[in-house]
């Protein structure tokens, strides 16, 4: 309880100042139709005009919350007007993404830590990767991957998820795989312990508490990636298409409901990775 | 066909060397760190050359490095532009308000444990959230020029500052904080001669992210519309005249801008927080 | 028994079941504006044609010509303006048939800006579409003799997003838009008709023409392929001529096909019915004037302009002579 009323305090705050920007930025249009038509609205008979406009500039909370409802409840959940439906679309590329980049960058990881030539050549480049804005190469990626033969949406947004997730992992994976120190390693030769065997028995557990703790940001990022991957590529299923297409039809309760959809997904994914983190360091001992 | 064989013995070459490099005693110098990178980023741009001239892959598909660098300098002029309207107007201005007022909100909620309690969860949450998405949204409000595009940025970096800035200022040590008491030290006499610099590679590491983060944002608000110059307009204008050339230059730009201002966020860290371990060597 | 003879033909000719399959890439998402297309697939008028379609929806960020150009489809919806830079770029599009005899874009303003012909344009501030759609504007200007650059005396132009904020918001003083989709967005906003000041391309005379359908030259080269978008375009023409006779049909047919389950009724029979007014025009046969009237008017194009040299060989009307012969 102590910890849920603070933030229920900010939330309820927040939704304040929600409701007032909503009032202040919709008038503008309620005087421009009341000029328009030749009348004049006082501040009473304005303010219940912002809370109800069809395309307002800032849709005020309950009116999102409506359209987020129809959109996850209002019908069955596989219709295409569904928000779950669309949900689940952009939670596959997501978890295709997560995967491809925690593969790239734990298999990244293990070579950079093995051979110094890998880490002096690709550790540079792998963090100018990322600041290359992925979303100038987001259209090159579905050119290339169709021309490799990789036809459909999911393949490019799969790339374009794991290549914003796989920085994370690389990173700690380098950090974690690293931490043993040289006690450790020299105990394990005097063992006669061979690469593999350190590697196995030393490097890759004391690495895990790095990985799990690089989950949580890496699921966030294949999620960004994931949504900024739907935007452009024709616009089809997903969160990321329903925003575009909210924008497009002048439908701005559409993109806000898109939007607050997907926070809710970043949220359970969030939930989810954290329990796994949890409960992997509880089979491994760690004091909890 | 020949031209892809040549490409991959000059990869294979280059590669071989790289390796001999890293093993011998010039890797411990920095001619040797700067080096070994730059030689794989040629040995990169050989084998792209090759592919895209042996398999003879249409241009309007995937320009060869070479036909790149020629737009580069053909068109300095206008990535120049692009880059000024981009990057000096959208970008900068967006990291320095975001990030500034991270700081700020961080350090005034500093005294009300309730509010930080409170934050904090909901500022963890909101870092995670693909806030790209609220582009169209502001450009919406702030209309066509840098305005939104700034606003897009502050959005994107605010919140992973604060919450980085709010580790920081807790990561100084209850013992250094109770010397700092036992010698009469004020609120704000702590705050800046102790938890600030303790706070140092925290916010230095929010702004790293964030660096990253206001070039994306103001790419993609440009997207929403923008004026007739700017890099995402000439990207997404440039895609549908398949004028990829220009639009690989301008990824090109964009991946140099991006480096340059983690660079500048990295070396004005190493000089901040020099006491700091991970900057010892 | 025309149809039975080319059946018979190909499979003279080894060809197998694959061959019929036809890829359509649209040049946008999946809305009224192809309701033809989908009204022909609903309606099976392919499948009596013998042939598999598949119609791809397209986004902000493809370019249908890469696509075609990968072979990943086989034909495709573009504008005439884009086709041919397309072309000048390398890439030998070819159109086959013109099924939008009429351009629906304009230039919608707020009349309370006070623009009331073209020549008051000057000084303010203009949304474009980019991304292809840039060049009848650019050329109109040129003949204006309005700068484009900014200078004073000149026009601004923005280039403007999805949608028809701008203008709501005041940004623009003019915005682009079709006929059968932007323009009802404001209107749909609560800003009356006589409050806006339209100037349609057609009008204007700097036209170009708008959807059609494209393939690639050297496959058209194959007497299999031109025997295959002969009966796709016949049956495309026969969904095109149904979806104008029964336009709210083929907006619900257009909505069942809407993956993004955004689109709304209202919008997509109003746009059916806009749209039915381009295509009523045509049987499908390219307008060879028009295609010149394309060209000239992007030579005109100002200091940049998007083709530097008429085209050759970029339409022909071997497909729609033989689609439309029976």
């Known amino acids: 309880m102590t910890r849920a009323l603070p933030v229920l305090t900010v939330l309820i705050g927040l939704i304040v100042i929600w409701y007032a920007a909503a009032v202040w930025m919709n008038s503008t249009w309620v005087y421009d139709q009341a000029e328009r038509a030749g009348t004049t609205v006082t501040f009473a008979e304005m303010v219940p005009q912002t809370m109800s406009q069809d395309r307002p500039l800032l849709p005020p909370p309950h009116q999102v919350g409506a359209e987020l409802w129809k959109g996850l409840f209002g019908q069955a959940i596989t219709s295409k007007r569904s928000l779950v439906y669309h949900g689940y679309v952009t939670f596959k590329g997501t978890m295709m993404g997560f995967g491809l980049g925690i593969i790239t960058g734990v298999l990244l990881a293990m070579a950079i830590v093995r051979f110094r030539v890998m880490d002096m050549s690709v550790m540079p480049w792998a963090i100018i990767s990322q600041t290359i804005p992925i979303v100038a190469l987001a259209p090159m990626i579905i050119t290339l991957s169709s021309q490799l033969g990789l036809s459909g949406r999911e393949v490019p947004k799969a790339i374009i998820a794991a290549y914003l997730s796989f920085f994370p992992v690389l990173v700690s994976m380098v950090k974690g795989l690293r931490s043993p120190d040289q006690m450790q390693l020299d105990l394990l030769k005097t063992y006669g312990a061979s690469d593999a065997a350190t590697f196995l028995k030393l490097r890759l557990p004391a690495s895990m508490p790095y990985f799990f703790a690089s989950l949580k940001v890496a699921v966030a990022a294949s999620l960004v990636g994931t949504i900024v991957g739907e935007l452009p590529t024709g616009a089809i299923e997903g969160l990321g298409a329903r925003m575009l297409i909210g924008s497009q039809f002048g439908e701005p309760l559409i993109m806000w409901a898109s939007l607050f959809a997907s926070a809710i997904l970043a949220g359970l994914l969030i939930l989810v990775v954290g329990i796994v983190e949890r409960l992997a360091q509880k089979r491994m001992g760690a004091p909890a | 066909m020949s031209v892809l064989i040549l490409a991959l013995v000059v990869w294979l070459v280059l590669w071989a060397l790289n390796v001999w490099l890293a093993g011998s005693a010039l890797a411990r110098k920095g001619v040797g760190k700067a080096l070994v990178p730059l030689i794989f980023g040629v040995a990169i741009l050989v084998l792209w050359e090759g592919l895209v001239r042996g398999l003879e892959v249409s241009f309007v598909i995937l320009p060869p490095p070479s036909l790149i660098a020629a737009k580069i300098a053909s068109s300095l002029p206008v990535l120049w532009q692009d880059a000024a309207q981009t990057i000096l107007k959208g970008a900068i201005p967006g990291f320095l308000i975001g990030c500034g007022a991270g700081v700020l909100v961080a350090i005034l909620i500093d005294r009300s444990p309730f509010l930080q309690r409170g934050l904090l969860p909901i500022g963890n949450f909101v870092a995670a959230l693909p806030i790209v998405g609220l582009a169209p949204i502001l450009v919406m409000w702030f209309g066509f020029d840098w305005q939104s595009k700034a606003a897009v940025v502050v959005a994107m970096v605010f919140f992973p500052m604060l919450v980085n800035t709010v580790a920081g200022l807790q990561a100084s040590e209850r013992m250094q904080r109770d010397l700092m008491a036992t010698w009469g030290a004020s609120y704000l006499q702590t705050l800046v001669k102790l938890r600030l610099p303790a706070a140092m590679p925290f916010i230095f590491n929010g702004l790293k992210i964030a660096s990253t983060l206001a070039l994306i944002g103001a790419i993609v608000a440009e997207f929403f519309g923008s004026p007739t110059y700017g890099m995402g307009f000439r990207i997404s204008t440039e895609v549908g005249r398949l004028g990829l050339d220009m639009v690989w230059a301008e990824i090109a730009v964009a991946a140099l801008a991006g480096s340059v201002l983690y660079g500048i966020v990295s070396l004005i860290e190493r000089w901040v927080t020099f006491w700091h371990p991970s900057q010892r060597h | ?326």
């Open chain 3, 1 to 326: 028994m025309k149809k039975l003879m080319t059946a018979a033909f190909l499979a003279a000719m080894g060809t197998s079941a694959s061959a019929e399959d036809v890829k359509l890439q649209l040049k946008w998402v999946t809305q009224a504006q192809f309701a033809g297309y989908y009204v022909a697939q609903a309606k099976g008028f392919y499948e009596e044609e013998g042939l598999n379609v598949t119609i791809l929806p397209g986004g902000p960020d493809i370019a249908p010509v890469t696509l075609l150009q990968n072979g990943e489809v086989d034909v495709m919806v573009d504008w005439m303006p884009s086709a041919l830079a397309a072309r000048e770029k390398g890439v030998p599009v070819v159109n086959i048939a013109q099924p939008f005899a009429a351009s629906g874009m304009m230039l919608t303003c707020l009349a309370e800006t006070g623009i009331k012909e073209p020549k008051d344009f000057a000084d303010k501030t203009l949304g474009v579409w980019f991304f292809g759609n840039e060049y009848p504007f650019l050329s109109w200007m040129s003949q204006l003799g309005l700068a484009t650059d900014g200078s004073p005396g000149g026009v601004t132009v923005l280039k403007q997003g999805f949608n028809v904020d701008p203008l709501l918001q005041k940004q623009a003083a003019c915005i682009s838009t079709m006929t059968y989709n932007e323009y009802w967005q404001v209107i749909d906003a609560g800003i009356k008709p006589e409050e806006l000041v339209t100037f349609k391309y057609q009008d204007m005379g700097v036209a170009t023409l708008e959807d059609g359908l494209y393939v690639l030259e050297d496959k058209l080269a194959d007497p299999a392929f031109q025997e295959t978008m002969v009966k796709f375009v016949r049956a495309s023409m026969k969904g095109w001529k149904e979806a104008e006779a029964n336009p709210d049909e083929a907006a619900m047919i257009v909505l069942e096909n809407d993956q993004t389950g955004a689109q709304t009724e209202v919008h997509q029979k109003r746009m059916m019915g806009e749209v039915a007014k381009l295509t009523a025009g045509s049987n499908g046969a390219l307008d060879v004037a028009a295609a010149e009237k394309t060209v000239a008017t992007l030579l005109a194009g100002g200091s940049d302009p998007v083709i530097t040299k008429a085209p050759e060989g970029a339409w022909t009307s071997a497909i729609t002579d033989k689609a439309l012969a029976n």
